[in-house]
């Protein structure tokens, strides 16, 4: 049982930055891999970027690589998703989830947040 909470969603113009938080509360937080996804309207869940539990294994989609940077502080349960270079095409809900690995899958996150959402305009 582990609840998550995704914060810090908004509207950004193109070019522009943001950063989201996920917290987390319930069970240990460490012992997870924890994994952004994100969702546009009329559209399937996607990868976005995932991190090992200790932090030390990172990987992302190709689409936000060298844009987007995942992090996590294991001892405020939180990861973050800090998003550079913002574009129209990011436009979505994103969500947070939590799972025993790292992979690029929803159907292998056990837990889920309720999502942010994030609004580009150009």
């Known amino acids: 049982q582990v609840q998550l909470v995704e914060s810090g969603g908004g509207l950004v113009q193109a070019g522009g930055s943001l950063r989201l938080s996920c917290a987390a509360s319930?069970?240990?937080?460490?012992?997870?891999?924890m994994g952004w996804f994100r969702q546009a309207p009329g559209k399937e869940r996607e990868f976005v970027s995932y991190?090992?539990?200790?932090?030390?294994?990172?990987f992302y989609a190709a689409s936000v690589k060298g844009r987007f940077t995942i992090s996590r502080d294991n001892a405020k349960n939180t990861v973050y998703l800090q998003m550079n270079s913002l574009k129209p095409e990011d436009t979505a809900v994103y969500y947070c989830a939590a799972g025993r690995y790292s992979t690029t899958y929803p159907r292998d996150y056990n837990y889920w947040g309720q999502g942010t959402q994030v609004t580009v305009s150009s």
């Open positions: 319930g069970r240990s937080f460490s012992s997870y891999s």
């Open positions: 991190i090992s539990t200790s932090g030390g294994i990172t």
